[in-house]
């Protein structure tokens, strides 16, 4: 993970952009740490979108706009990286034990938007919310394969799985399957990624601020390792 070198992004409407440009904008997201290390020193990226997501809720999939905005502002426990392979995020390392079980260790420094640290109930309680019976998720049935949630301390997450599965990593990997602090409403997600969302103007636009832009106020950036 890195900053992405812009003071901030507006995303725009764009009522004449093609979908298959949107789709592509949206899958070319994870590639926009290089291009701003390449192009760019601070300012603003304006980004459009054929259409203003309908939701911005975490777990849910609700098409290219929303993901688009998503991979800008939520972080998961892990990612995948410019050529397609596994990558950290939130969570700095993971094994699997000979039964099967995975661990997951979390960055120290990692940090939500309202500036709290990532913490291993964080993960828990959202992966819980996702496996939950009245859950609407798209990793619902994945997360129902876990038959116990552990937090051996606060940074770290230990999943006791059904049975052996050797692509749990894959599935935490996917942008659906953010972490939220423990508690918080998912209708207004607070994440822990490269940008925050600042304002919002319903059906137009909304403007993010990056976490380096954010270290001069109160709020401690969430975007701290590199």
Do not use: C
């Not at 502002?73 to 950290?88: A, I, V």
């Not at 291993?120 to 859950?135: F, I, R, Y």
């Not at 709020?219 to 590199?226: H, N, Y």
């Amino acid at each position: 993970a890195a900053d992405l070198g812009f003071d901030e992004i507006l995303v725009e409407r764009r009522p004449s952009a093609a979908a298959d440009e949107l789709i592509a904008a949206a899958i070319a997201m994870p590639f926009l740490p290089v291009l701003a290390r390449a192009n760019a020193s601070g300012g603003t990226l304006r980004y459009g979108l054929s259409g203003f997501p309908a939701t911005l809720e975490p777990w849910i999939n609700a098409g290219a706009a929303q993901g688009a905005v998503k991979l800008m502002t939520q972080r998961g426990l892990l990612s995948y990286d410019r050529d397609g392979k596994m990558q950290s995020e939130l969570a700095e390392s993971w094994t699997v034990d000979t039964e099967g079980h995975w661990t997951f260790h979390l960055r120290p420094n990692a940090r939500f938007h309202n500036g709290a640290p990532v913490t291993s109930a964080d993960v828990v309680w959202s992966l819980q919310q996702v496996a939950a019976k009245d859950s609407t998720a798209l990793m619902k049935a994945q997360m129902q394969q876990v038959a116990q949630f552990e937090t051996p301390d606060e940074k770290t997450v230990r999943l006791v799985m059904k049975a052996p599965t050797a692509v749990v990593p894959n599935w935490l990997a996917v942008r659906e399957l953010p972490i939220l602090p423990q508690g918080s409403d998912p209708r207004a997600p607070i994440g822990a990624g490269p940008f925050r969302i600042v304002s919002t103007e319903r059906g137009t636009s909304l403007r993010r601020a990056s976490a380096r832009a954010l270290r001069g106020s109160s709020t401690r950036a969430p975007w701290t390792w590199s």
